[in-house]
């Protein structure tokens, strides 16, 4: 009778082991593809972003970004983006760290933000999983610009563009989208050149 004792509690101990943990997993898995990351406070402030934009009294925004929320690189925020960025031109930069021609591009797109001020809003959305290493790019071109983490390519997916990087994609003020650009940007007139002719905001 001990040893038949013995042996059940051996077989309760290997069943609890190997029991399935579904919510544990579930849970963690989500805070993943969620973008939720312990990124640590010093790596943000070293990258020096600028804040993202926030949405505007009573705002909701439409279009295909509408329903898409992401993680402000530069304080882990959440961010409504097509209610963040209704009621002005957007020029969206999807990159990441390991991609070449972005670290190209990048300078680029900041100068241009500068160029333009507020007539358009420019943000970047790093479509990789790792915001540290996104953090720790920026941080090395040393380049500011407000930008996003998205981790499951949400923005690439809404708006129907190919699987490459860099892709630009320039949306309304009101939300409906003007142009995919899937090339890299040559300068800050490129840049300039094309936000004109498809949005119509001269800088």
């Known amino acids: 009778m001990r040893w038949a004792l013995v042996g059940l509690i051996v077989v309760v101990a290997a069943v609890i082991a190997l029991w399935p943990r579904g919510g544990e997993d579930t849970a963690s898995d989500a805070r993943i593809q969620s973008g939720e990351r312990q990124v640590p406070a010093q790596l943000r402030a070293d990258a020096a972003l600028a804040p993202c934009p926030r949405p505007a009294t009573g705002a ?6 509408a329903g898409i929320t992401l993680t402000c690189l530069a304080d ?3 961010v409504d983006l097509a209610a963040a960025l209704a009621g002005k031109p957007v020029l969206l930069n999807l990159w990441a760290y390991w991609c070449g021609p972005c670290a190209e591009e990048l300078p680029y797109l900041q100068q241009f933000a500068a160029r333009a001020g507020d007539a358009v809003t420019v943000l970047t959305v790093h479509s990789d999983s790792d915001e540290t290493k ?3 790019r920026l941080t090395g071109l040393e380049v500011h610009l407000p930008g996003v983490f998205d981790a499951q390519a949400k923005v690439r ?3 129907g563009a190919p699987a490459v990087l860099p892709i630009s994609v320039l949306v309304r003020p009101d939300g409906s989208l003007a142009q995919v650009v899937v090339r890299t940007f040559t300068g800050v007139d490129d840049i300039a050149d094309t936000v ?5 905001v001269r800088t």
């Open 157 to 159: 997916s809404a708006v």
């Open 60 to 65: 909701t925004g439409a279009g295909p970004l």
């Open 76 to 78: 882990g925020a959440p």
């Open 196 to 200: 004109a002719a498809a949005l119509g």
């Open 134 to 136: 996104a953090l720790q």
